[in-house]
């Protein structure tokens, strides 16, 4: 209703300023030359721009008062749900998904926590049912403040202790340079006192085939040595297709039924007993 009535006085005003004030008959003779001057037309102007700006700035307000339209463009996009799991790896996906989101569709500051907990499923959701309230309470709470609440809950110490450990300890094993990479950049979020040194830890952890390769380079960023480790390890990948097919051919070529049977000395040759016995009945 107080929409409504805002809209039209706005209007009313435009109106009122875009149209020049009625004269009368006896006054038409005594104004005819009177126009308005370049100062004025500025002034009118510039009132109608404001006046203009001012109805587009109350029309969004409106239409994002109430949340629904945003929280519809939000749902569109489809965002994900977050159940509660003590997996870093995925609140911080879900974290930066949002993040990500809001920016995309503008979304007011005012609205994220909102929208978001709408998205809270599980533990997440009977948690925040239990201490959303007094979170509220809280001094200048907003998007800020309840991703550290979050990160509070569902990334304890323990957990990030044990992150930690596993990206000291991860080595490139039976993966892939590729597969060795992604489980590398993941668990770096959790240990960032070693960002500076990437290239060196990325590096510790390959095969020592692969570390041979590029013990002759330095590196300076983690995507140079990823990128060099990556062709090494395709060449040597090739080389074993290469030694493979041709183990392959050779015993194509020279199958196991071909070879010569090799003379065995764990039996006695009998036909040389039976030659010896009767050259001995004839007395030789």
């Not at 006085?9 to 104004?31: D, F, W």
């Amino acid at each position: 209703m107080y929409g409504r009535i805002t809209i039209k006085i706005l209007v009313l005003s435009l109106y009122r300023i875009a149209m020049p004030p009625r004269r009368t008959v006896e006054n038409q003779g005594a104004q005819a030359g009177n126009v308005l001057t370049n100062v004025e037309l500025a002034q009118t102007v510039q009132q109608l721009a404001q006046l203009t700006q001012a109805l587009g700035d109350h029309l969004l307000q409106n239409n994002n008062g109430n949340g629904n339209n945003m929280a519809k463009i939000v749902a569109r996009r489809n965002p994900p749900t977050f159940l509660g799991q003590e997996d870093p790896l995925v609140l911080v996906d879900w974290v930066r998904a949002f993040d990500k989101l809001y920016d995309a569709v503008n979304c007011p500051a005012d609205r994220r926590v909102d929208i978001a907990v709408y998205y809270l499923q599980q533990q997440a959701d009977l948690w925040w049912a239990a201490v959303g309230p007094t979170l509220r309470q809280r001094p200048n709470f907003g998007w800020e403040a309840f991703k550290d609440a979050m990160r509070e809950k569902f990334y304890p110490e323990h957990v990030r202790v044990a992150k930690y450990d596993e990206f000291l300890h991860l080595r490139h094993g039976n993966k892939t340079v590729q597969g060795y990479y992604l489980e590398f950049i993941n668990l770096a979020r959790f240990a960032p006192t070693l960002v500076p040194n990437e290239p060196s830890k990325f590096i510790r952890g390959l095969n020592f085939e692969t570390q041979k390769g590029l013990s002759m380079f330095d590196f300076q960023t983690l995507e140079d040595a990823y990128n060099r480790a990556a062709r090494h390890f395709r060449v040597q990948q090739i080389q074993r297709e290469i030694n493979g097919k041709n183990k392959r051919r050779n015993e194509e070529n020279h199958p196991q039924g071909d070879k010569k049977p090799k003379f065995s000395h764990s039996r006695p040759n009998r036909n040389f007993q039976r030659r010896n016995g009767h050259r001995n009945g004839h007395g030789y």
